[in-house]
């Protein structure tokens, strides 16, 4: 498994030098670096070999052909890479760059489910060709907009008779048991997929499915089967269950058999999430028709302004009506929700409209992804990934100020902070809801009186004046609610 290709950043478009991906260690065979806004992977002579196999073979052309896995050409020059940190390499690879990296703990339930078909669809066609891939991890994926891709080239290698896939087990742990858990038990994966890198492990898992919660569809083979053969085997090595496996008639069509019935399994999974306040809330704001035009207007006026903008981050998308808006002025848009049903939605309705440039996410804003992995950098954080050319925080201001008692100051420099240096064209569209408007009010009743006296439009504005100058400024016509577009400044 090695880490995702990132979109290019300020800091990492100036920088030529190749630099190691803090993610690609796993597989000492190849590596992934980044050079001068590329990305590129390293081939040691074995992997170089299998490359050239698989370049050969059919029915990768097809995967490349159709997107379902990324991009990726051979380089003439090989020494573009520094042999020594895990080489030599004698084989470079060009990789498509992805737009945005973004982690399984940030999926939707359908996305996750997708990216699961997808990793199938892959082995269903790598096996008949004598291909399979070397683990089976949720990480070996990534998106363009709402369009899964498969990007760890490096984990084909030849399919040896006899032997069962070896990414079996991380499938389960990355994939099928998170989908699981949400399927049968309604409980959201994402905070167990954030918490451990390698996922949820089948002994875990078996002590939620006891008693007749066993029998559901996939729990019995997969979770409590797949624990008892852990179990058994906990004194064997690798080698010797592989050679046991082989030597009990194991074979290619099994193969192909157990990848027939997962796909089934995981078409078969469903979640209906139960109805939120997010998932009707353009039905309960209280945004009049007058107020929803004055503000699509003043959004898209201030991202017509200068520059097309590469990324756009929408903080609070909700149901990614000004996502889509933002998409005709940028490449792309990540739009940022808290509610797992809300952003599952909007990847479903995303996804049937085949948009490539929005990117849903499922983030909590007041506890975003931090690092992870060894040593805290293998997943990176969302702030090191989110470096944006425009921000949008449209009604979210509030819900971080009063419902999570995060102080003002703090969230017009987290804001700022996602923008480039000044004079780069940065642009900060933010929305400021007064302190007597219907939804403040709600959520100040339920706060002790007096707890936010600094939450006021004049210290906002102020605020934002030091670390942005402020080039529009526009009063709904509820007169309520503030619009402000903001440039970093000094």
Avoid at 76 to 81: A, H, I, R, S
Wanted: net charge neutral; proline share 8%; hydrophobic share 40%.
């Amino acid at each position: 498994m090695v880490a995702p290709p990132p979109a290019p950043t300020r800091s990492t478009t100036r920088d030529s030098a190749p630099r190691s991906d803090p993610g690609s260690f796993r597989d000492p065979a190849n590596r992934v670096f980044h050079a001068g806004g590329q990305v590129l992977r390293g081939l040691g002579p074995q992997a170089a070999e299998e490359w050239r196999a698989l370049a050969a073979a059919g029915f990768f052309d097809r995967l490349l052909a159709e997107g379902k896995v990324c991009g990726t050409e051979a380089v003439d020059d090989p020494g573009v890479l520094p042999a020594g940190q895990a080489g030599p390499w004698t084989t470079v690879l060009r990789h498509e760059r992805i737009p945005f990296v973004s982690y399984p703990y940030e999926w939707s339930f359908g996305m996750l489910r997708d990216a699961a078909l997808l990793h199938l669809e892959i082995l269903r066609a790598a096996v008949p060709a004598g291909f399979t891939t070397k683990d089976g991890s949720a990480y070996n994926l990534q998106w363009r907009g709402a369009e899964p891709t498969f990007i760890d080239i490096g984990s084909f290698e030849p399919a040896r008779d006899g032997e069962p896939w070896a990414g079996y087990r991380q499938f389960c742990q990355t994939l099928l048991y998170p989908l699981l858990l949400q399927a049968h038990l309604g409980l959201d994966f994402q905070p167990w997929l954030r918490s451990r890198i390698d996922g949820i492990e089948a002994g875990e898992l078996r002590r939620l499915f006891g008693g007749t919660r066993r029998f559901r569809a996939g729990v019995l083979k997969h979770v409590h089967l797949h624990h008892a053969i852990q179990s058994r085997s906990t004194g064997s090595s690798t080698g010797t269950v592989r050679t046991q496996l082989k030597e009990a008639g194991f074979s290619r069509e099994l193969v192909l058999a157990t990848l027939r019935a997962l796909d089934k399994l995981v078409r078969r999974l469903d979640w209906q999430p139960p109805p939120s306040h997010w998932s009707g809330y353009r039905e309960t704001c209280t945004y009049s028709d007058a107020d929803r035009e004055a503000k699509e207007r003043f959004v898209a006026e201030a991202l017509a302004e200068g520059d097309r903008s590469r990324l756009v981050l929408d903080l609070g998308a909700n149901d990614g009506a000004y996502s889509r808006l933002a998409a005709r002025h940028a490449d792309y848009v990540v739009a940022v929700e808290s509610d797992p049903a809300v952003v599952d939605q909007l990847y479903h309705r995303l996804r049937t409209d085949g948009e490539r440039r929005v990117l849903p996410l499922v983030m909590d804003l007041a506890d975003p992804s931090p690092g992870g992995g060894w040593r805290g950098v293998e997943r990176a954080p969302f702030a090191a990934r989110a470096e944006a050319d425009a921000v949008l925080a449209l009604a979210v201001v509030h819900h971080l100020a009063i419902g999570r008692n995060v102080p003002l100051p703090e969230i017009v420099d987290w804001l700022v902070d996602f923008l480039p240096a000044p004079g780069a064209g940065g642009r900060l569209v933010v929305e400021f809801v007064h302190p007597d408007d219907p939804m403040a009010l709600r959520l100040l009743a339920n706060k002790p009186a007096g707890l936010f006296p600094d939450y006021r439009r004049e210290e906002f504005e102020r605020l934002l004046g030091q670390r942005c100058e402020i080039v529009r400024r526009r009063e709904l016509p509820s007169g309520t609610r503030t619009l402000y577009l903001g440039a970093p400044r000094g």
